[in-house]
Structure formats: C-alpha cells, structure tokens
C-alpha cells in the first residue's frame, strides 16, 4: 500500500508538489499558479504538472481533503463526505440566510458589474443600499473604484463570491440568455391550453 | 365560477385569489413576490377544466389581474415614472419592456445562484480562522405555566424578617438581687441560694449568683456547700471573719 508513494518520493516532482501542498494547506484562500510558482521558485509549468499530481491525490472520494481549481486558483476544501461533520463544528456566516434580495443584487454585480448602487436599484425596481452593504459585510461584493459619471461607488463581486458558488471564474456563470427556460415553459402551456380549447 | 374564489398555488401565495387581493391592497404581502403569470395560468386552467365559457367571470378577472398588473409595474419601476414621462408612449412602453426584460433576466440568474448555492452546500473550505458554530440551543422538558407561576410568586414574596432575638441579652441589674437576698437575710439569717432562684431563667440565676458573690465580697454572707453541685447555702456574717478564711470558704464554694 506503501509502494506508489516511495516511487512517488523518487519523482523529482514529487519534492515540489510536497512544497505546493504546505503552501496550500497554510493558505486561507485559493493560490494562483504564479503565486505558487514565486513562493515555490519554481517555473509555472513544472507547478501546474505537480498540482494535477497533486489532484489526482486529493480528489473527492480519495481523501478527506480535495483539492480544487477555484476563484482563479487553487485551494484545498473539505470533501462532501466530511461536509456534514464540519457543519457540525463550523459555522458558514458568508451564505448563510442570503435573501432572495440578495441573491438578486449578487446576480446584478456578477453580471454586469463592476456596477453602482443606482444602477442596482434602477434594475431591481427598490433601493439596494442595505442589501449592499450587507453583501460587502459578508465579503461577497467588494468596491471597485468610482463611476466616472456621477462618482458612485461601484462594487464588482469578490473571488469569496466564486469559491463560495463553487466557480472557478465568472466565465462559468450560464449566459443570461440561457436561462429563459420559464419563459419557455409558460408559453408551451398556454399554447397546449389553447390546443385543447373547442374552437 | 367567479374569479375571486379561484384557488391559487404560487410560491409566494396559497389560497383564494380574492384574499390575494386583499393582502396586497393591505401592503401585507410584496407584489414584487407574486407571479402573475401564476394567477393567469391557474385562471386558465380552471377555464380549461370547463366547457363553457362564462364570460362576467373573464370580465371580472381581467380586470382584476390588470390592476395587479398595474399595481406590481409600478412597485418595481417606482423612481422611473418621471424618466418616462418625455418619452412617447409608443418608446415608453418599449422601455419599460426592455427592463421588465432585464429584471426577468436578473431574477433567473438569481434563482441560478440560489440553486447553485443549492447543489454547493456541501462546500468547507478554510477562510481566515474557522468561526466555531454556536452551541446547539438545548430543549427544555415541556413545562407547566402553573408550576412557573408558582415558583415566581415563591420568589416575589417578602422574606420572613430575620429574628435577632437570640442576640438580646436582657441583664437585670445586680442591685435587684443585692437587695432582695439583703431583705431576706435581714428576716432570716439562712437561706439556700438554689431554692430561691427556681423558676427563673439562666440568666437570673447568673446575675443573682454574681449578687452572691458582691455580698461574700463585702463580708455580708458565709458561703458554704456540702460537696460539689450540692446546694448552696447562704448564711448572714454576724461578724467580720478573717479574709483567708473567706477567701477559703468561697473557692469551695
């Protein structure tokens, strides 16, 4: 059982995908290549070889901890498994009890922002000052500079926003116009109700 | 079948469409909760389910979902009628549409990122230190208001006041005895000091015994006594005795 990490620890490789798994077990948040590579002083394709090592080896259903592309990096997470355990004994105050509000406002920010708290509220049709500053509070939205026009500030969502939603960036959010399956749904009963109508 | 007893099922609301009604107009439930286009299905359904077409309940529902409609439209666009005002009514309606769009858009995405926080739930992972969960509330037994009445009123009574009676200690003056066992001595020239304070309380008897021993002092009285714990007698001093003698006479006493 011992053997495939004795040939592992020959593996030159194996001597940095080691040094990658300290770095990454003492980070609180996700390690990007190039991080991993200065802090390493290795180059970042040998540090990308060994970090697929390395998932091969945290993967969920191997291990305890898995190892994870996330928000623009890597980290490590408990596995699914353990997630009931870890409630147990840990709180989640970033999305715990996020109203329909919020979930809202988060999915302007993610989509168009950066994007001003006027901007907001022009789109959801109610003031979002409150709603804002607690999505800030939370460590989901961060500000990101000031509108040109009239200088309010703009908030874009924060790589939390992507590891708590489990993305790897904002690219895998589905396009806004793949989501217009209720539409659709609506109008096939309609359309059905009308077939059944006697004309 | 009049539309205001058509039963609805929507996410927001349950129950008959007139009540709906009611709960908005009374601002208790948010129009921007409801689905409209749930009310007009669940209306069609229904009309579906029958044959004929009864024509004062399509009248009616019409214009109540209008009003709906028109109640929730301005709910969502409140700060923008000023905006729309300058435009014609023709590119009006295409603006408002064009938003009604983009919040529809905004509110599926929400619903994607309300799923997707869904299906990750499962997901710890290490953020800055760990915030340890709160203790688990523990669950009390069932209790009976009666029995918590009870204990309170137990508390709320006032407390008995302490008795500080065993403190007091109520000497009686020495002079008292001095001149009661003189009177005494004065008719007979014996007496037995055990016999004559019977009755009274410890503390009598001490202060009548110190009395005794202010008389021996003066060389009032000879004391004398059989043996130990035996009674004491007293007896009236005709003459002044040697003071060793007393003193002699006093210790076994």
Redesign the interface.
Known sequence: MERPLRLVAANPLDRLARTLEALLVV???PLSVAELAEATGDDAERVETALGLLSERFHEGRSGIVLEKVAGGW????S?D??EA??????????RG?S?AA??T???I??LGPCSRPEI??????AADSVVAGLVERGLIAEAGRDQLVCAVRYRVTP?FE????LENLSE??R?DD??G??EE?RD??ES?AE???A | MPARELELDLEAFEGPFDLLLALVLRDELDLAEVDVAGVVLAFLERLAERDELDLDACGEFLVLVAALLELKARALLAGEVADLEDLDPAEAAEELALRLAEYRRIKEAAAWLADRLEAEGGRFFRLGPAALAPAPHRRLEQQDPAALAAALRALAAEPPAVSLAHLELRFPPVERFLSRFRALLSRRSRFDFDSEVEGMTRLEQAVAFLALLELRKGGEIELSQASAFAPIRVQRNAAAKPERRETWNARSA
């Open positions: 980070a609180s948040q980290a490590f997470r408990a699914r353990a997630a870890c409630g147990r004994l840990f709180e989640r105050p970033v999305e996020l329909a979930l809202e988060l999915a302007v993610a989509y509220a022009r789109l959801r049709g109610v939390l590891r708590v939603f489990g959010l589905p806004l989501l217009g209720e539409a609506i009963r309609l109700l059944a109508r006697p």
